[in-house]
């Protein structure tokens, strides 16, 4: 039996449509899942003359947020408007008329979660924004869930994917940042105006969220120190690498002696650090617990389809809070009724190591028995002779295309018994 | 008005003391985030005799798991004996006797968890095992709820800290297998018996759990093709460098044309894989969603605390649902009331660009003024001088130790009014 979920949407933008997309995508496994049937019908579209590029019923655009927010059917209202105002009056309203509200809304929740979360509670319904932070990564769950019996002494984080990328464009082709910025508005990772993330705005809205969850503390954006990279130059990034390190926008917080400490800057980060290897677009989060030690997420945190995903995760969460009966459902769920079918290892690319006789035609034996199985070879090589056991003897390593592990068995066994190869010392599978 | 959740635990190895231990440090954020007083009240412990090198009252222990499994008191069971049996046996009885029942037992898990979730479900109890699969990694929790939106394509998983350390010092350090086992066995990274960690015994037992909660497919891990590290040779770990690739031991899984496929095996890795770079006793797992695209999760995934982070999470998570008045509790939860108190940004090393004019001395002059404000060199790099509004000038990059930016700030002014800086250029912070 599945209790249907009525969710109004406020905006259709890219977020918006990437939400779409995921639940049209998903809806059946979610249903098969959890038992809930999650339906969008109703989207705010101030402007429904707009191609959208996506398929919608044009019945489901209003251009009335009343008709969503005064909606009895409508369980959860997903804002995905952005900015400040007016979104935050419709969360608010959206709470008080007794609505769940999930939201990917940064700066709305930064500026006013305080006020939303004591409606929601005030109300008897939630608030969910894991969207609002390094976008499909699951952090903010993770930090109030699983995480929550630790205390965190610091939280590193790189929360914007526009100057992630600038900055590596600058530091792997020696772009300037005026080059390394146009390719990024090229590729759709910048706006037209990119003050809010080159300037680190964007970033310390979403630093301010996660010193709320991690410290318990209130850092409105504005009292964070906040730099951004338009000062970064090319001199800056060849003198870091001289020098072992990467340059990263880095919004970090720690805690010492009582004292929640926190900004977002450029930073040099040594290149061990697991946070230097995290480039282009993706964001990054690094926390360090007093149980769990050092932990680290990694994921898109943007684009309409990752934020999409964590908009839904927060969906379903409230769905599952409103069906009543679930209140003893089985999470982690462990589900052994997909249509799918376990069927071993299947194909793969396999490097093989083996110890062959030293003499003249051995290799073109071995490649016309491996022709015979239709295996292959991308790649072989022999180190010098030795002598095992009074003969001369050498090591092939080969890498094989895909082929089934059977298959390769088979071939290598008759090439063992045929006397071209001594002894088969390790085959491992290739990832491509 | 903080509600009492009694625990009883199974056993007091490494797991058991870092459970206890985590619960110590932690249990007043604990209860101030969540309103839940958290108390291990039974542990069964069969070797009271034993130095557990912890300070837990006597009156604690008991050598008699009824008194655990029978006592109304208890609302949760944890278990953290290891081994299918009796650990399956204990669990199964606490369920019966309507208690939730939390795990970190991946063994007990793989082999028998359809028939502990049914007995969950039908005596309307939870259980939860998030410390089954990559330790303090909180991977199943974001699968089954932030998560739950994707479909997915495929896990990769690093889920054995012992394998991967050995794996790690022979490619980093050119050891040979058998030194590198020696050594993780010297550091606790491996037990004395290391068969279940080197044959991918206990990875395949993890990767069963992740394909049940991904694809919904029963893997038990007697069916997955699982080879291990031994046959890995020096001449592996040199082959794979030279090509660009790292080998670790990756428990995998990918659905392809409805049907999946998986194994445990040494793998070649191209080294720009973010699995690549996951080195000595961490893991990683990596998924790929239809909506969240790739995310990789990273740390530890053994240890007592790390583990014990993972089991109490889940002690939390159920707690909050045996609680009744809380089904309307805030996840993610802003919070503003800790004692802690946002500081500005504190103390850091920082590295400045500055233009300075070319002529004797200037160095001395900087170097002086911040000795004045207590400013300490690390490092200072001179380029090339050029000609800049028809003088002569050089730039100069100074990292200095660590300083409280106002306090830069004003040796930096100070020098630039002497005129020994014409302009300072851009300002980082220096991780550490």
Chains 1, 2 share one sequence.
């Not at 093989?352 to 006789?357: E, F, G, Q, T």
């Not at 290799?363 to 072989?380: D, Q, R």
Request: proline residues 4%; charged residues 25%; aromatic residues 6%.
């Amino acid at each position: 039996m599945k209790k249907i979920i009525k969710v109004g949407m406020l905006g259709i933008g890219n977020v918006g449509r990437g939400t779409y997309q995921a639940l049209e995508m998903n809806h059946k496994k979610i249903a098969e899942t959890t038992g809930l049937d999650i339906e969008i019908v109703k989207i705010l579209n101030r402007h429904p003359e707009k191609d959208r590029g996506i398929d919608i019923p044009a019945e489901k655009y209003t251009a009335d947020v009343d008709e969503i927010l005064n909606d009895p059917e409508i369980d959860i209202v997903v804002e995905l408007i952005g900015g400040i105002e007016p979104a935050t009056e419709y969360m608010a309203r959206a709470l008080a008329n007794g609505k769940s509200v999930v939201t990917a809304n940064k700066a709305a929740i930064a500026a006013n979660g305080k006020r939303l979360a004591a409606l929601a509670q005030d109300n008897h319904v939630l608030l969910r924004f894991e969207a609002a932070v390094a976008g499909g990564i699951p952090i903010l769950t993770s930090l109030t869930t699983a995480l929550l019996s630790n205390r965190f002494s610091g939280v590193h984080g790189i929360l914007n994917g526009t100057t992630n990328y600038i900055l590596t464009q600058m530091s792997e082709y020696g772009k300037s940042y005026e080059d390394a910025l146009k390719d990024a508005q090229i590729k759709g990772f910048a706006e037209a105006d990119p003050t809010a993330d080159v300037e680190g705005l964007d970033a310390a809205n979403k630093l301010s969220i996660l010193i709320s969850l991690i410290f318990g503390v209130d850092a409105s954006p504005a009292v964070i120190p906040t730099q951004g990279i338009t000062t970064v130059a090319t001199e800056d990034i060849k003198f870091a690498a001289d020098s072992g390190f990467r340059i990263k926008l880095l919004a970090s917080a720690r805690e010492i002696d009582g004292k929640v400490y926190g900004n977002v800057e450029p930073v040099l980060l040594p290149v061990s650090h697991p946070l230097a290897s995290v480039n282009n677009e993706f964001n990054a989060v690094f926390v360090s617990g007093n149980a769990v030690d050092d932990l680290m997420f990694y994921g898109r945190g943007a684009g309409p389809l990752p934020t999409g995903s964590a908009v839904l995760g927060d969906v379903i969460g409230v769905a599952r809070k409103l069906e009543k009966d679930s209140a003893y459902d089985i999470v982690p769920q462990l589900r052994y009724d997909s249509d799918l079918e376990f069927a071993g290892e299947g194909t793969s690319k396999y490097c093989i190591r083996m110890m062959v006789p030293e003499r003249a035609g051995i290799l073109g034996k071995i490649s016309t028995i491996f022709g015979e199985h239709n295996i292959s070879v991308e790649n072989v090589r022999q180190n010098s002779p030795y002598t095992s056991d009074g003969e001369t003897v050498a090591d092939l390593i080969f890498i094989v295309f895909k082929v089934e592990k059977p298959v390769l068995l088979a071939a290598l066994e008759e090439a063992r018994e045929a006397g071209v190869i001594k002894s088969i010392d390790n085959i491992m599978r290739v990832e491509e």
